[in-house]
């Protein structure tokens, strides 16, 4: 477990010092007020009170403010994950993260913003990122889904495509929101598919 962690968590992007919280928190402000696409380093200085040069000189463009704030909150949002109880079973555990991430992307007030009044540029930014999104994913995925099935708490499945499965499932979810529960209607496939027989 500590190695596969430990893997997932070397992957990760390398989370922002934590002086630069106050910058990536306006981006946050003007981009709930305003869009991705409207958003300027302008708008950012004037939400802090700051010069546009001082904004640019420590965070760059919005682009690469967008990366910090992405690296900040998966950080915060692992941390989470950890921090919480969790099911004893493995085809629930797996439900439950599933259903936690999605939710957690459609109450973050960025990605909430850009699902709501956005949606071309969501496109355009998934189709730029989500090959490194998904090999991400699958390296901290796999080792675990390995580990569940050596110890018994789910079904021995090529773990790979299970985990394959579980980005898509996210990625579909995020975008187009499930007519039932969403817990009920992820159980629905992958309790049968992980449960040992």
């Known amino acids: 477990m500590a190695d596969s962690l430990g893997a997932f968590l070397t992957a ?5 010092a934590a002086e630069l919280d106050p910058y990536l928190d306006a981006l946050v402000r003007c981009i709930t ?11 950012v ?11 640019y000189r420590r965070v760059g463009t919005i682009e690469q403010q967008l990366r910090l704030l992405f690296a900040r909150e998966l950080h915060r949002f692992v941390n989470s994950l950890m921090a919480r109880p969790w099911p004893s079973s493995g085809p629930d555990i797996a439900v439950e993260l599933i259903a936690t991430v999605i939710e957690h992307i ?5 990605s909430a913003k850009i699902l709501a009044d956005e949606l071309d540029m969501a496109a355009g930014l998934l189709a730029r990122n989500l090959p490194w999104l998904r090999d991400y994913f699958l390296a901290g995925a796999v080792p675990l889904i390995t580990m569940g099935t050596e110890l018994g708490l789910i079904a021995k499945r090529d773990p790979t495509a299970v985990a394959e499965w579980m980005f898509r ?11 039932a ?4 209607t992820l159980a629905e496939v992958l309790i049968p598919t992980l449960s040992r027989t």
């Not at 802090?48 to 904004?55: A, D, P, Q």
């Open 45 to 55: 200085a004037k939400e802090m009170g700051n010069s546009r040069v001082t904004v």
């Open 181 to 184: 529960d969403l817990r009920t």
């Open 106 to 110: 459609h109450s973050h007030p960025v």
């Open 33 to 43: 007020r305003h869009g991705v696409s409207h958003a300027s380093v302008q708008d």
């Open 169 to 179: 499932t996210i990625v579909s979810f995020v975008a187009i929101r499930p007519i």
């Open 12 to 16: 990760m992007p390398q989370r922002p």
